[in-house]
């Protein structure tokens, strides 16, 4: 998705919402798939904000990196990516759940060659409903096209943004071809590195993005 747009907004100025994924992602394991979680305090703070979201185990970061060292050290390209993600783990000094999100995101992308904006809604002044939020960061960002996962169908009104000269486009999460992967069967629903640590270079062969022109 992020390479599919010119500005990809981090709309962390939402509620967190818990067992979903702002915190936590799959990997592949040698006995199945592997959920690797950042804890955040939720106790109590049921209605807090993404962006206010703070970690509470400071090695949780060593953790996920000797996981992902112990399931992807046999990857073909492996080697080729650890210095860079090992650094990104155990270099980690912030505890904003929002800010690790973001730098894994501008680490990601830099590795993919993605060139795409990184900003997040607090950058921009939030008025309205639900909705017209969506709109006036659309407005004040320029877009003229936006680019949503298909979970939102449930409650965005594309005939508001239709009013305000925006196109609403949704991302599509079919057709994506298989490619090397330890630990058969094959599974699609893991982490981007999982692709990067087993086909290096060639990922962007594999992300549909890449044959697509920007909207």
């Not at 199945?32 to 950042?38: A, E, N, P, R, S």
């Not at 106790?43 to 992902?68: C, F």
């Not at 904003?96 to 060659?113: P, Y």
Request: hydrophobic share 40%; with cysteine; aromatic share 12%.
């Amino acid at each position: 998705m992020i390479n599919l747009v010119d500005e990809f907004i981090l709309y962390d100025c939402v509620q967190f919402t818990r067992r979903d994924w702002r915190n936590r992602n799959k990997i592949k394991a040698q006995h199945g798939l592997k959920w690797l979680t950042i804890p955040v305090d939720v106790k109590g703070n049921y209605l807090a904000r993404i962006d206010e979201m703070q970690t509470v185990d400071p090695d949780w970061a060593r953790s996920h990196w000797e996981a992902l060292r112990h399931n992807y050290v046999k990857t073909a390209h492996f080697a080729d990516y650890k210095d860079i993600f090992e650094d990104a783990y155990l270099s980690m000094q912030t505890t904003s759940l929002s800010q690790i999100n973001r730098m894994f995101l501008a680490k990601i992308c830099g590795v993919l060659g993605i060139e795409t904006k990184l900003t997040s809604s607090t950058d921009y002044t939030l008025e309205g409903d639900k909705n017209m939020r969506l709109v006036n960061l659309c407005k004040q960002s320029g877009a003229s096209t936006y680019l949503s996962g298909p979970a939102a169908k449930s409650y965005v009104d594309e005939n508001l943004f239709k009013e305000n000269g925006i196109e609403v486009k949704w991302m599509s999460y079919e057709g994506y071809p298989e490619y090397r992967q330890l630990f058969p069967p094959f599974e699609h629903g893991v982490t981007v590195l999982d692709l990067i640590f087993n086909e290096g270079p060639a990922a962007t062969e594999f992300m549909n993005s890449f044959a697509c022109a920007k909207l």
